[in-house]
């Protein structure tokens, strides 16, 4: 085996059908990675633990890990949760490098498995309607990080405009607003014959689930507006090359973060007090407690969680720690640290 592995990190669910996305897109991974260890672990919830994914690889005789977060952009989860638990394992395991990759971020190519999953839908619609009658609406996790949620803007911004939409705007399904229900109850004010509603998502779970049910429920109190929903992202062969570039991207310089925006690292409105906070775990008190299918019964709640969304804030490559928030040095400190 090659004694450098790669290590795939998620967020991890009570929802089984997210955490069995999940694990479908690490064996696609497997497969392009023919003779390289992969592992995987999880920052809640679903087993195994992330440190018990790097004991495993660490089993294997790896002695290089090369990590990414499968998560969308950058937010809590990237810059605080996963460096804290990479960092960590890293300093308990001096004889072993770890370095830590970049969210998936704004991509070309899940601009365009994005357009895929929207004409799917389109394809299923069951009244006339043109692109300039449609309305889209992208509906992201929703962080307490501006600059994720903005991503998400972005996005919706690019699908808008490249597909020819009469109008597009942006929901989040927790903690920002608006809210899928409470954007999509003003949406249909706005005359369009047909409003298509695309999660952008990279696996199923609670979450999607509930923007599907918000979307049914507004489509019965609106029955003359078509409503289409598309799937979304998933294992798509562009979800996995993209992952499979993050991958390149470890060790060679180019793995550049959103520092410029980053509230961490400098005073973005609103948020002027996060600035230089401490850089720890989040997710002790639920790390490998299990699924539902673990304890028979289902919650409908998601904590408020950023699901699905990522950043590696990281700028250098590290030398035996996974980096963090480090920006531009040569090693990132084994424990919570400030973003200095």
């Known amino acids: 085996m090659n004694d450098s592995a790669i290590m795939i990190c998620g967020h991890g669910s009570r929802d089984l059908?997210?955490?069995?996305?999940?694990?479908?897109?690490?064996?696609?991974?497997?497969?392009?990675?023919?003779?390289?260890?992969?592992?995987?672990?999880?920052?809640?919830?679903?087993?195994?633990?992330?440190?018990?994914?790097?004991?495993?690889?660490?089993?294997?005789g790896a002695t290089h890990i090369k990590a990414v977060p499968a998560m969308l952009f950058a937010a809590g989860h990237v810059k605080?949760?996963?460096?804290?638990?990479?960092?960590?394992?890293?300093?308990?395991?001096?004889?072993?490098?770890?370095?830590?990759?970049?969210?998936?971020?704004?991509?070309?190519?899940?601009?365009?498995?994005?357009?895929?999953?929207?004409?799917?839908?389109?394809?299923?619609?069951?009244?006339?309607?043109?692109?300039?009658?449609?309305?889209?609406?992208?509906?992201?996790?929703?962080?307490?990080?501006?600059?994720?949620?903005?991503?998400?803007?972005?996005?919706a911004r690019m699908l808008?405009?490249?597909?020819?939409?009469?109008?597009?705007?942006?929901?989040?399904?927790?903690?920002?607003?608006?809210?899928?229900n409470e954007c999509l109850a003003r949406a249909v004010r706005l005359g369009f014959r047909r409003i298509v509603v695309f999660p952008y998502f990279l696996f199923n779970g609670i979450l999607i689930k509930r923007i599907y049910e918000q979307t049914a429920e507004v489509a019965r109190l609106n029955g003359d507006v078509e409503f289409l929903t598309a799937d979304y992202l998933s294992t798509h062969p562009n979800v996995v090359a993209a992952f499979l570039e993050r991958l390149g991207e470890i060790g060679s310089g180019q793995?550049?973060?959103?520092?410029?925006?980053?509230?961490?690292?400098?005073?973005?409105?609103?948020?002027?007090?996060?600035?230089?906070?401490?850089?720890?775990?989040?997710?002790?008190?639920?790390?490998?407690?299990?699924?539902?299918?673990?304890?028979?019964?289902?919650?409908?709640?998601d904590h408020g969680h950023a699901h699905g969304h990522a950043h590696g804030h990281d700028h250098g490559h590290a030398h035996g720690h996974a980096h963090g928030h480090d920006h531009g040095h040569d090693h990132a400190h084994p424990h919570p640290h400030k973003h200095d």
């Open 17 to 60: 059908d997210a955490v069995r996305e999940f694990d479908t897109l690490v064996s696609e991974l497997r497969k392009q990675l023919p003779g390289r260890a992969v592992g995987s672990g999880f920052l809640e919830f679903a087993r195994p633990m992330i440190r018990e994914g790097l004991d495993s690889l660490k089993a294997q």
């Open 80 to 155: 605080n949760d996963l460096p804290w638990e990479l960092n960590t394992w890293a300093a308990e395991n001096p004889g072993i490098k770890v370095e830590f990759g970049r969210d998936l971020a704004i991509d070309l190519k899940l601009i365009e498995a994005a357009k895929q999953r929207i004409e799917e839908a389109e394809a299923k619609a069951t009244r006339p309607a043109t692109r300039a009658e449609t309305l889209l609406v992208v509906v992201g996790r929703g962080t307490n990080d501006p600059d994720a949620n903005s991503n998400v803007a972005k996005v």
């Open 160 to 180: 808008w405009e490249g597909m020819g939409f009469g109008w597009a705007t942006v929901a989040y399904s927790g903690v920002a607003h608006p809210r899928t």
């Open 255 to 301: 793995n550049a973060m959103n520092c410029m925006v980053c509230k961490y690292r400098t005073q973005i409105i609103g948020y002027e007090a996060d600035v230089g906070a401490l850089q720890a775990g989040h997710h002790l008190h639920v790390r490998g407690i299990g699924t539902d299918g673990d304890h028979g019964h289902s919650h409908g709640h």
